[in-house]
């Protein structure tokens, strides 16, 4: 196995977080990239630094002014007397289907779901070179790995197509998808992050060619609570090819390996030929998220019971935050495609 990671995910560096509406250091730091990295290192696997390989597979997904606006906001944000340093939106509209402003104040509040995404001059750059990781990671998928692993930092399942949020400017999991997709792959997405993939689950709601599966803590109580309802099964060409598995809160291993077994069969009956997993580890009983309850134990478990499958599976990284078992875990789950 490869892992993928190129050092430009490490300049994005966010200061502004809110919990509950306390000011807080942000959970999603650079040092996440070191905790990861000693898995990997604790594997012996091989660390590729991703091609540039433009923009295409990017806007395959995210439309241009998305992109125009997440490569110019911060500059622009800066010209406004007073501004903060990162960009964080203060106003909403009420749908995205209203008119779309011209104001940096007005676009940040149209392309920003909540105030967890703030822009640095340093963002774009990063996110960029976390989508080539997962573009990198699919090439290596299509030219016959059986599994690759990228290293993507910031996340992106919380991105919409036209939405930053929760961490997250650019959808890793569902530009890799999309790649595997064009290239004739029939691609089911199996997301275990603690917190629900709702922008991979916009991305693909009304599409009948790629299978979306999230594990998660019930929204009803949890980020990021509008959405990953069991009800909400796609719309349109995509209806059934959405499927939400909701835990109580401080589940740990037993009732989460049981929610994977109903998601592997699943992906089996849909006929998966590849498959993306969207790796969050901060489902773990230790993250400082808190949400769930699975051991590190129940990590390994998990690899094994997604390994069974037997797919060619492409490993993108999303939530997992800093705790001393963040490397370990990585490492269980990886073990199981070695």
Request: charged share 15%.
């Amino acid at each position: 196995m490869i892992a993928l990671y190129h050092p430009g995910q490490r300049a994005h560096d966010p200061k502004f977080f809110l919990s509950s509406g306390a000011p807080k250091p942000c959970p999603e730091q650079p040092t996440r990239i070191d905790a990861l990295l000693s898995g990997v290192a604790a594997l012996g696997l091989t660390v590729q630094t991703p091609d540039d390989h433009g923009l295409d597979a990017v806007a395959a997904i995210h439309p241009p002014r998305y992109l125009s606006f997440l490569q110019t906001i911060h500059a622009r944000w800066q010209h406004i007397p007073g501004a903060s340093v990162e960009v964080i939106p203060n106003i909403h509209p009420a749908n995205r289907t209203d008119g779309y402003p011209l104001s940096a104040v007005g676009q940040a509040g149209f392309h920003m779901t909540d105030t967890s995404c703030p822009i640095s001059a340093h963002t774009w750059g990063a996110a960029y070179a976390s989508a080539q990781s997962a573009i990198a990671g699919a090439g290596l998928i299509l030219h016959g790995q059986r599994a690759a692993y990228a290293l993507c930092r910031p996340p992106g399942h919380h991105a919409f197509g036209e939405l930053a949020g929760g961490f997250c400017y650019l959808n890793n999991t569902a530009i890799a998808a999309q790649q595997l997709t064009l290239a004739g792959r029939k691609v089911a997405i199996l997301d275990v992050d603690l917190h629900h993939g709702n922008g991979t689950q916009g991305i693909f709601y009304d599409r009948p060619d790629v299978l979306t599966v999230s594990i998660h803590a019930h929204p009803e109580r949890y980020y990021p609570f509008f959405w990953g309802y069991p009800d909400e099964r796609g719309a349109g060409a995509g209806e059934g090819a959405n499927l939400n598995l909701c835990l109580p809160r401080g589940s740990a291993d037993a009732p989460f390996l049981a929610e994977l077994d109903r998601a592997l069969q699943a992906i089996t009956l849909w006929g998966a030929d590849t498959l993306v997993l969207a790796l969050g580890l901060d489902a773990f009983a230790g993250d400082p998220f808190a949400g769930l309850a699975v051991t590190t134990q129940g990590f390994g478990q998990i690899g094994r019971d997604i390994a069974a499958l037997g797919l060619p599976t492409l490993i993108v990284q999303e939530g997992g935050y800093l705790c001393p078992e963040l490397g370990q875990n990585l490492a269980a789950v990886l073990k199981a495609f070695l």
